[in-house]
């Protein structure tokens, strides 16, 4: 019993002695950022910090379980989320270093059924998210699953096999997939004849020194000490169940301490893990030559003028941020519980208050080269719908003193704030930049947004004349082959409306000839044959594009 209290003073005396490295106000500063989670009844979460291989800040607030009471701490078990790719990456890249597979291989080399798209798909292009396969959750909202199916790689790998096209060329763009992380789950396990949980254990994890981490592969197993997420409505919580049982992309639970040792990898590896670390630094450009900052399940980009290597994961209620800044030594984890936390704003908000801004550095924060306009033009010459991609329309409004993005894709809506001429922000992500241009007619013509190094541009999208268009010809049932689904667009009191078996009916908006707006599933658009007859319609959600329906007759 002597030797339990003493190895307890022992670790209290170690975490003393390494949170003394923080200043008594940076800690106050960082323990205020979590005042709300402190509150009767509330979820929260847990906290590491570490500098220069020493722990220097490990809490943890709120409840683990609303149920029974329970608080989290610093040991309690979370769900990552997709801060799991990293793990899959490193499994892939091993493989790789021992000779075993390659990461320019054809994936059809490893997974000889997959279709063959016309192009070369490698392990490379789904590491970096430049694959143009289409994304699990995209694939399956489009067949009609509701978010609280169960889904697994087994329901990936089958509607794969039936899938015909990409949403681009490989390497032609960076897409963010969920289908690429869980195919190389198959690819390990066609290699290395295991099961992937118990593979990343022996090979990964325990290497590592990381205990308390592991692929959950079903989303009711029970394991001890791991927390309960929670979605809050209005002032209540609920459970929020992550249905979700794949693995590869998500699904690997683990503590702030564990994942600050893999962190530490990244700054100080041991010698033999140094050569896999930096290769899950390796980026490519795409096709054109431009850059893609989406390295092997990492983000590479900079804060306060520092490089740093971050990523951040959600799955049911539980969202999660790791990040490390190399030449600081500096690595920051949270991981919570419940759905609103906002773990990204956190990690920003520690960052401020232990690093000072890099006066080698011109900006706060990466970003990629922005043109800014001499003239700043006034929010109502920025207001209206533009177009990302054909039927893919985002609404721009005035909302008090900003503007305010509406999605119409998936109903998705947030304020973005001016910063630069005419560059908006959203203030919780600065990552992402909104610059509107090309002013005529007192208007602006063109919304280009810069993400992750990448830049999608969007036109400003003029409304069609529909008073002559005649709805019944767009009345019929489409069936999808690769989806396995069938839709109903149907006429109803002079409105179309859509019709699917585990959805009911639903609004479909006319927004041209050929283009529809089907709520909760998508911009649709028309195909029609040499004489104007419909023969079937193609949707597309965001990161699922172009999934063909052919028109039943």
Not at 53 to 58: C, L, W
Not at 135 to 145: K, N
Not at 247 to 261: P, W
Not at 411 to 420: A, L
Request: contains cysteine.
């Amino acid at each position: 019993m002597k030797s339990k209290h003493l190895l307890f003073l022992l670790v209290s005396l170690s975490l003393a002695s390494a949170q003394a490295q923080l200043s008594e106000v940076q800690s106050q500063k960082i323990d205020s950022l979590f005042s709300t989670w402190t509150q009767a009844n509330h979820p929260g979460g847990a906290i590491g910090i570490m500098q220069k291989g020493e722990v220097v800040y490990s809490k943890a607030f709120g409840l683990a379980s609303l149920e029974y009471q329970v608080p989290n701490t610093a040991g309690t078990i979370f769900n990552s989320g997709s801060i799991s790719k990293q793990f899959t990456a490193i499994g892939i890249v091993l493989l790789h270093q021992k000779g075993l597979l390659s990461v320019d291989d054809d994936i059809r080399k490893h997974l000889p059924d997959m279709p063959d798209f016309g192009h070369i798909i490698t392990i490379r292009h789904m590491l970096h998210h430049t694959s143009g396969m289409r994304s699990l959750h995209a694939m399956l909202g489009l067949a009609g699953w509701r978010d609280d199916d169960s889904r697994t790689n087994e329901d990936l790998y089958r509607f794969m096999l039936n899938q015909k096209e990409l949403n681009f060329t490989p390497g032609d763009e960076f897409l963010y997939c969920n289908t690429g992380y869980m195919l190389m789950v198959n690819i390990i396990e066609n290699v290395t004849k295991e099961k992937f949980p118990q593979w990343m254990k022996a090979n990964v994890f325990d290497p590592l020194g990381m205990p308390n981490t592991y692929i959950e592969d079903r989303y009711d197993r029970i394991i001890p000490n791991n927390a309960t997420s929670y979605n809050k409505a209005k002032e209540d919580f609920f459970r929020a169940v992550e249905y979700w049982g794949y693995v590869g992309s998500g699904n690997a639970h683990s503590t702030t301490t564990d994942l600050l040792t893999w962190l530490q990898n990244f700054n100080a590896p041991s010698t033999n893990w140094k050569s896999a670390f930096k290769m899950l630094k390796t980026t490519d450009t795409l096709n054109d030559g431009s850059e893609n900052n989406y390295a092997f399940g990492v983000f590479l980009d900079e804060a306060k003028g520092y490089k740093r290597i971050q990523h951040g994961g959600a799955i049911g209620g539980f969202r999660a941020y790791a990040s490390t800044y190399p030449d600081e030594q500096l690595s920051i984890t949270v991981l919570t519980n419940f759905s609103s936390s906002s773990p990204g704003n956190i990690e920003r908000n520690i960052a401020n208050i232990l690093l000072k801004i890099n006066p080698k550095s011109t900006t706060e924060n990466a970003k990629p080269e922005i043109p800014i306009t001499q003239m700043t033009y006034p929010l109502t010459q920025l207001t209206g719908k533009y177009e990302i991609q054909s039927g893919v329309i985002a609404n721009i409004s005035v909302e008090k003193d900003s503007l305010h993005v509406l999605q119409e894709w998936n109903k998705s809506e947030y304020n973005i704030y001016n910063t630069n001429g005419n560059t908006y922000e959203k203030p919780e992500n600065t990552s992402v930049q909104f610059v509107f241009s090309e002013l005529k007619n007192k208007v602006a013509q063109m919304l280009t947004v810069y993400q992750n190094g990448n830049k999608t541009e969007a036109k400003r999208y003029i409304e069609e004349d529909l008073s002559s268009i005649n709805l019944s010809d767009y009345i019929g049932r489409f069936y999808s082959p690769e989806l396995e689904s069938t839709l109903d667009i149907i006429l109803e009191d002079d409105n179309l409306m859509g019709h699917h078996a585990r959805h009911g009916d639903f609004p479909i908006k006319l927004q041209g000839n050929n283009t529809l707006e089907i709520s909760g599933f998508g911009s649709v658009e028309i195909v029609r044959d040499t004489k104007n007859i419909i023969t079937g319609i193609k949707i597309s959600n965001g990161r699922a594009r172009n999934v063909w329906f052919e028109k039943q007759k």
